[in-house]
Every structure is written in structure tokens, then in C-alpha cells.
């Protein structure tokens, strides 16, 4: 699937990789095309939408690293980062979310709208070589290297790891609702038994400006 934003009404004309497809800006000011799924290769694509174009687009498989402080760990801070610096894997790609999330202080406001899911996009994929491999996570990025190597086909690492982050944190909101035992925690997070004293404190911590100058805005999950 491919989607994008425009003016309710425009017409979209698509292009990716010799598969065509056309479709119209609904009133949501959104449209999405799918097409048909594509076999792994390590031929570049091309995506044309209307009058933009983005080359060097790779088919493989994709994987999600996400987890705490220990995911977050950058390779350029590990000890085999030496080992590895000079080397590029051009059919290796990263998507690295740096989510902005403070250890310690509170989150500014600017810092509070980049960590929610709807501006995620401002993310963009890179090679794996130079400063960008660096600050990858050092777990996700040997994991995504080592697939590269055996499975042959491009590989793509999307890194979004936040440390001391609990496992609710990484359900769908929709799906904590539904269950029981989990939707007290959704209404009332702050005070819930479930939720360790340690990130409690840290959330009073972190959202102390939006609490006390009634600006906080409730988080109501991904719109798409």
C-alpha cells in the first residue's frame, strides 16, 4: 500500500516499479493506492506520484526493533563499532525514530508533538554507512547486517525504542481498551496499581509542564 495527502478531489497518477495504478484525494484530504506484492530483489525502484519522483527504492523484508535503553544503544557507542566503521551494505537500510523523549526534565511542547504517532513520518530511510549507522542502535543494527548477509535480498530496520518504556506502551490503544484488565490503566495511568512507581514518578516528571498549565492534550491513538 502506498498513501499520501493532497487537495480533496485531485487526481493520482502512480508509478512504481512498471505497476501503474490511479486513484483521487478523498475528502479527508488522504488517498492510498495498493498494488500487487513484488518478489524481494536487489533491483532499485522508482516511485513516480504526479510530479514527485523517489529513486533507489529496495523490495525485501522489513523488521521493527523497538524495546528500552538497551535497544536505544547506538553502535557508534559499542565496542565493535571499530570493526564496522568503514563498511557500507547498500541493500541494508535504516529507519531511525528519534522520539525525543527526555530521561530527565519535563518534555518541552515541541518535544511532546514529535513523540506522538501522527508526526512519526518525519523519519526517512538511510544507507547504512557513515555518521547515519552510528547512531542506529547497535542491537538492531548487527541483527539487520547478519540478516542481510545470509538472506541474500535487501533488508530494512525500522528502529522506535524508547528506554525504561513499558510493554503497554507498544500496544495498540484500541486493543488495551478491549481488554479488562488493561483499560483502567488507559483511563487512569497515572494512578494505576499496574504501573510501577518508577515510571510513574518519571511521568509526573516529564509531563509536569502540560499538568500544571492545563495544556496537556490527551493522546487518542493513531489515526491511520
Not at 43 to 60: F, K, M, P, Q, S
Not at 78 to 91: K, P
Not at 205 to 223: L, M
Request: contains cysteine.
Amino acid at each position: 500500500m502506498i498513501w499520501g495527502d493532497g487537495e480533496s478531489g485531485e487526481k493520482v497518477d502512480l508509478d512504481f516499479c512498471g505497476e501503474q495504478e490511479q486513484t483521487v484525494v478523498g475528502e479527508s484530504g488522504d488517498w492510498e493506492a495498493v498494488l500487487p506484492a513484488r518478489e524481494a530483489s536487489n533491483e532499485a525502484c522508482t516511485l513516480r506520484v504526479n510530479d514527485t519522483v523517489i529513486e533507489n527504492i529496495l523490495i525485501g523484508d522489513l523488521w521493527i526493533a523497538s524495546g528500552q535503553s538497551n535497544m536505544v544503544h547506538p553502535l557508534r557507542k559499542s565496542d565493535s563499532y571499530d570493526q564496522f566503521i568503514d563498511s557500507t551494505y547498500g541493500q541494508f537500510r535504516m529507519l531511525r525514530h528519534d522520539l525525543q523523549v527526555p530521561l530527565r526534565g519535563a518534555y518541552t511542547a515541541e518535544q511532546y508533538e514529535l513523540s506522538t504517532l501522527e508526526d512519526l513520518d518525519a523519519a526517512r530511510w538511510q544507507l547504512s554507512e557513515g555518521a547515519a549507522k552510528g547512531l542506529f542502535s547497535a542491537v538492531a543494527w548487527h541483527f539487520g547486517r547478519v540478516l542481510r548477509e545470509q538472506l541474500e535480498i535487501p533488508v530494512g530496520v525500522v528502529q522506535i525504542a524508547v528506554g525504561g518504556s513499558g510493554m503497554p506502551e507498544w500496544i495498540r490503544l484500541d486493543a488495551l481498551k478491549s481488554d479488562p484488565r488493561l483499560a483502567e490503566m488507559v483511563e487512569n495511568w497515572p494512578d494505576d496499581p499496574m504501573v510501577l512507581n518508577g515510571r510513574r514518578v518519571r511521568f509526573g516528571t516529564n509531563f509536569q509542564e502540560f499538568i500544571y498549565n492545563g495544556s496537556y492534550r490527551k493522546y487518542e491513538g493513531p489515526s491511520r
